[in-house]
Structure formats: structure tokens, C-alpha cells
């Protein structure tokens, strides 16, 4: 999938573009199964709510690892990702920082404070904020069920100050502080709802301002996510105390496009 001049201009406008139905029911499905089969093994990889119930499913792309998909795989190469993420970063050799699904359970799924995904990506040594994330939402997404706001234009705007969160959900966050957030919302354009049905999919810069509340629904809320970042961009150097590979993949080898776009075709051997 090739964007078009107006589209990259949006994104850059904006920063984020949606893509209505980038992927059919079968397909959506099929990702469904796969996540579904993957999110039962016992791993690291997967982080729980305090609950008990399940927040994320990491890396899920590789061809290896207790949660390795090859739906996730192929999601990952698809040109209906890959080849927008190369347009707008401006760069054809992308690897994946991280794939993640955010399952956001009915009731239970939490919160996800104000942030840029930079601000945890500066900490882990990436150079510079040219990266760019992909989600495809796998259930309804709506202002009920926890969906996402976007704050547009925002990543026009410098890396806030964030501090580590570690209290207000089971996962530690970099978040935005509540001083320099309340002077944001009150001089940005309103926050947009990024609702959805399954198969919508946005592409948004790591610089965007977002974040999503509670899924009081009474049905999951299932989101997944390829972060793309250029090979050249890799963390540099590397910190002493890195995050796991499976929240920062040391794996820098570019992603290839491949010509079938199909999320069924095995993992080459
Ligand atoms: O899935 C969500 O609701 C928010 C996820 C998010 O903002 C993130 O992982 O950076």
C-alpha cells in the first residue's frame, strides 16, 4: 500500500492517519485465534493486571519465543503497514522496536496515562524521535470500552517531562506530569477519540500525545501494535540496564516487503 502525497501531509499535520478497514473479519479472526493461543503460555513477555487478568502480550513478530505467531509475523511485513511506515519516516530499512497486543479486558483493563512513546524510547537509548507505530484494532473500539485520544498536531511539540509511574497500573509507564498536562489540554486542539471497529488500523508518531482510561465495556477491547523504527535509529549506545528484547528487540535486520500481503502464509523456513 502506497500513501499518497496528501496522506504523508497529513501525517504530518496531524500526526496519525486511520486507515478504515485495512483488514477483512477472516483476517481479524485469524489474528484473534492467534493471540488467543499465544496469550495462554507462560512467559515474561506477557504482563497481567494486578488483577490477575491479561494487560499485554509482547513479541509476538519474531519467527522464535514462547509467543511467536505467524500471524504476528506476517503482520509485520505486510505492505499495508510496512510501506506507509517507510513513507513517513522517510527511510525503507525499518525493524520493529516491539510488537505488542493491549488486551484491555471487559471491567478490568486499565488505564494508560498521558504520554509520548518517545518518552520511554529516549530512555532506552533510540537517538532521535523519527518512529512510528501501527495499531490495528482487533474489537470495537469506543470512548466505553478504553479506546485511545490522540492529541493532534502534538507531535510538533518538544519530549515533555515525564516521570516513571509505577503505582497507578501493574506496568511501569513514563508519563507526562500532571502540571505539564493540565497546560497542555488546556491550550491544544481537543483531544480526538480514536474509535473503531475491527480491522481499523492508525499509524501515529512517537512524538503524539496520548493516552487511554478504563474499559468499563462489557466486552474486551483488544488493540495491536508495530512499532517501526529505522535501523539506523537503533538504541545507541545501549543502557547499562536495557529493557528485555521483548519490549526493545535488539533484532535491527530491516524488514523486507514481501508481494504476498497474506497474515496466512507460514513463516519461511
Ligand atoms: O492500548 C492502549 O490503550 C494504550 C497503549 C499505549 O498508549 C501504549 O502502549 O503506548
Known sequence: MQLTDAQIAQFDRDGFLRFENLFSSPEIGHIKEELARVSQ??????IRERT??????YRSHEPDGPTASSAFYRLARTPRFLRPAQQVLGDDELYIYHCKANIK???????????????????????????????????????MSGCLYFIPGSHKGPVLPAYKDETTTSYPQWAIEKKTMIEVLANSPKPVAIEGGPGTAVLFHCKMIHGSGHNLAGHDRWHCYMAYNPSKNRPNPIPKNARPDYVV??????LQLTESDSLREPVPA
Open 52 to 57: 490477575g487478568a491479561l494487560r499485554t502480550v
Open 249 to 254: 528487540s535488539q533484532n535491527y535486520a530491516p
Open 41 to 46: 503460555v507462560d512467559s515474561d513477555a506477557i
Open 105 to 143: 479486558p471487559a471491567i478490568d483493563g486499565t488505564v494508560w496515562l498521558w504520554h509520548q512513546d518517545y518518552g520511554y524510547w529516549q530512555h532506552d537509548g533510540v537517538p532521535t524521535p523519527n518512529m512510528a507505530t501501527f495499531l490495528v484494532m482487533l474489537d470495537d473500539a469506543s470512548e
